[in-house]
């Protein structure tokens, strides 16, 4: 998908979320034996933890969505070094279900219906992991990007997830409220047209919601099993969800990571999306080092499936550890 192109369907997503649009384009591991889409099933102490794909967002070209401001032959060679293309990078959108007793929580929504076939598969990917949208009793949001928010809403502007309370960073809530374009002037992201879009299709899909918003600050804990942690840069609430249960943790990172393959080595490089981009750099190494240093078990949304894995310190920078399975599931 080319990047003009991603950018009118990452508006088209935070609109259709919120008016009445039509979709834009026709214990242990457990596996999936049915004939739907895969999913990951684990135990985190006494919480049952289940991954579900959205699909996927290719990112084309890799420049200058990614690394802006890097020579194209240092990132194409390192591209190469770790046999990916040159030409786009695959996002993937993991979505993480936390069961607690009788509840559902659910960890960001997907794109719903703006981003065409490869995406907005949420609904049927939970449906294959034996859960429904009836079923979800809460929603964390890590910020409110069209990719993260696109599922709150059908096409049709209705609730999706009809029995779900919200909850939502006030940070982020306010930001995107009272956001005008200039707002992201420190961010490579510098289309205002399309920015003015966004922000008038991500105010329409919270104020749709008003009444199952909570918002919270940070520090906060919900549920006695999350951690809420601002890590701000990539938007100004974005969110770092800490879910634990006895001695053990996982950490959901949200969007601090784009590329397993570009950013834990160089950081620095970012991502067009950023809205603060140097912020964000900063975040991102600050985040990377403590998680580097006490091991814990990380999830990012936007990693390769299913986007569990660990920190590794590697010199001066990063690496991505994903977490090995024998059997899929």
């Keep these: 998908m080319e ?5 009118r369907n990452i508006f088209l997503a935070g609109i259709a979320a919120a ?45 200058p969505n990614f690394a802006p401001d890097v020579p194209p032959e240092q990132v194409a060679g390192l591209l190469q070094h770790s046999f990916r293309s040159t030409k786009e990078i695959d996002l993937a959108m993991n979505v993480l ?5 009788k509840q559902l929580i659910l960890v960001d929504t997907g794109a719903g219906n703006g981003f065409g076939a490869n995406a907005g598969w949420l609904l049927s990917s939970l449906t294959d992991a034996g859960i429904q949208a009836g079923d979800i009793t809460d929603i964390v949001i890590t910020h409110a990007h069209p990719d993260h928010i696109g599922g709150l809403l059908d096409a049709q502007g209705k609730r999706t997830f009809p029995n779900a309370q919200i909850h939502l960073s006030a940070i982020e809530h306010q930001f995107w409220m009272h956001a005008a374009s200039q707002d992201f002037s420190k961010s490579k992201f510098t ?12 105010k329409q899909t919270l104020t749709t919601l008003h009444d199952s918003l909570h918002l919270f600050n940070h520090p906060s804990q919900l549920f006695g099993c999350i951690r809420l942690e601002l890590a701000a840069g990539h938007t100004p609430g974005h969110t770092l969800v800490h879910v634990y249960s006895d001695d053990e943790e996982l950490v959901h990172i949200a969007d601090l990571m ?9 950081p620095e490089w970012g991502f067009f999306g950023d809205t603060d ?3 964000a750099t900063l975040t991102r190494k600050k985040v990377l080092a403590i ?3 006490n091991k814990k078990t990380v999830f990012g949304y ?12 590697n010199n001066d920078a990063w690496e991505w550890v994903p977490q090995a399975y024998a059997i899929p599931g």
């Design 258 to 266: 784009h590329s397993d393959v570009l950013l834990f080595p160089h």
């Design 19 to 63: 008016l009445p649009l039509k979709t834009l384009l026709a214990k242990g591991n457990k596996t999936n034996t049915s004939s739907g889409r895969p999913f990951h099933r684990f135990q985190l102490g006494a919480l049952e933890l289940t991954v579900v794909t959205d699909g996927y967002l290719a990112m084309s070209p890799v420049q």
């Design 302 to 313: 936007h990693l390769p499936w299913p986007g569990i894995g660990h920190v590794r310190a």
């Design 3 to 7: 990047r003009r192109a991603l950018v």
């Design 277 to 279: 981009f140097s912020q």
């Design 291 to 293: 998680l580097a240093e």
């Design 191 to 202: 289309d205002k047209a399309f920015l003015q879009q966004i922000i008038q299709g991500t």
């Design 97 to 101: 279900i936390i069961k607690k007793d």
